[in-house]
């Protein structure tokens, strides 16, 4: 049995096929940990959601922040839903969108598992944060996504503000805690987020560094796999794996084996661009 992680998808979906058959992933066997982004794009957006929905019996699905934006536009009117580009729209007019992105919004931000040593999230985690509270935090709101009032939380999402903070109450903790697992790259010490700085490490200004290598951050007790940085490419350290290596702006699509004695890499071409 084997375990593989693989990083953002983005709607790339003959990458992904010819990652599987690489692994030689065996639906009977193996299992999947899929890093978010799976959508948008890649211009397979929607046989990538049907493919990784059919093997949801054998994966583990991460929500990313582009997944998350089509879960949210999936309950907009359909003058709106006629404005995102064409890849999004053909999963959103196709006949089986509506079991596809009520099987989305079921995904959780963080999943974790004890037994292997692994905890898979897309983006990363608050500086403060140690494995026990980086799971409390992500049920929050995955209980509010699957809960009757849902909508209310896609509609009041959007937003760089405010920064984390314990004391945060309603739809400003809710968006914090979304902010910090699907969209961060680079934070201050304290964990004020930095969105609009996307380059690699070294590039960016002075007082900001890399989620996973902030000064004084928490004690972790789990490797962590994650994806969402492309410009940081694959990226192994600080007790982080980062495989989102671009394959939708023309890099490789990456998969790792969580569990092996020895670090085992698979990577196939990404999309042609």
């Known amino acids: 049995m084997a375990t593989w992680a693989i990083g953002d998808l983005q709607g790339c979906y003959e990458a992904t096929q010819r990652l599987l058959e690489r692994v030689r992933f065996d639906p009977a066997v ?7 982004d799976l959508v948008n794009r890649g211009g397979e957006s929607l046989e990538t959601l049907r493919l990784v929905h059919s093997l949801r019996d054998q994966s583990h699905v991460v929500l990313g922040n582009h997944d998350l934006s089509l879960i949210a536009i999936g309950e907009r ?17 196709a ?26 999230l897309h983006a990363g985690l608050a500086p403060q944060w140690d494995i026990a509270a980086a799971e409390r935090h992500a049920r929050e709101v995955e209980e509010r996504l699957r809960g009757p009032n849902f909508r ?42 930095a969105f609009d700085i996307k380059g690699a490490p070294g590039t960016q200004p002075p007082g900001l560094y890399p989620w996973y290598s902030v000064p004084g951050r928490a ?14 490419g694959l990226m192994i350290g600080h007790g982080v794996h980062a495989i989102d290596t671009g394959a939708v702006w023309g890099g490789p699509l990456t998969a790792l084996r969580l569990g092996a004695d020895t670090l085992e890499l698979v990577q196939v071409p990404g999309r042609k661009v």
């Open 30 to 36: 193996d299992r999947l940990w899929f890093c978010g």
């Open 77 to 93: 009117r359909p003058e709106e839903q006629r404005k995102v580009n064409p890849d999004l729209r053909r999963v959103l007019e």
């Open 95 to 120: 006949p089986d969108a509506r079991e596809l992105l009520d099987w989305l919004r079921q995904c959780p931000l963080m999943h974790s598992d004890r037994e292997l040593g692994w905890c898979m």
């Open 152 to 193: 209310k939380l896609l509609r009041a999402m959007y937003g760089d503000r405010p920064a984390w903070h314990p004391n945060l109450q309603s739809i400003d903790r809710l968006r914090s805690i979304i902010n910090i697992f699907t969209r961060m790259r680079y934070c201050t010490p304290r964990g004020r987020i």
């Open 219 to 232: 004690e972790r007790d789990l490797k962590i796999v994650c994806g969402h940085w492309s410009t940081l």
